[in-house]
Nanobody, 117 residues
Framework: VQLVESGGGLVQPGGSLRLSCAASGFTFTSYYMSWVRQAPGKGLEWVSD????????HYVDSVKGRFTISRDNAKNTLYLQMNSLKPEDTARYYCARGPRGYYSNPWGQGTQVTVSS
């Protein structure tokens, strides 16, 4: 099983980024997938999840209306479109197999998002 996140970077407040998570080694279409983040000095925070066919999606309140989760099952890839970014979105972002709170190992290395002027 391998999860490889990409797309992070340094962006100014109000900017946008699109994160990707390339999945391999398991049946991607069988899994709920989540995005989870960890800000410096803080614990893990669930951000969003999506069921296997994309028909059920959930977000933490702080990103609703700004972030959009999606998946391309043909490409075994999970996405997170992040708009109107705020400094408080600064964190390392991870994709994980499973819905909120029920993650399966292993995790990827994550991708760093820094929102700063």
């Amino acid at each position: 099983v391998q999860l490889v996140e990409s797309g992070g970077g340094l962006v100014q407040p109000g900017g946008s980024l699109r994160l990707s998570c390339a999945a391999s080694g398991f049946t991607f279409t069988s899994y709920y997938m989540s995005w989870v983040r960890q800000a410096p000095g803080k614990g893990l925070e669930w951000v969003s999840d999506i069921n296997s066919d994309g028909g059920s999606i959930h977000y933490v309140d702080s990103v609703k209306g700004r972030f959009t989760i999606s998946r391309d099952n043909a490409k075994n890839t999970l996405y997170l479109q992040m708009n109107s970014l705020k400094p408080e979105d600064t964190a390392r972002y991870y994709c994980a197999r499973g819905p909120r709170g029920y993650y399966s190992n292993p995790w990827g290395q994550g991708t760093q998002v820094t929102v700063s002027s």
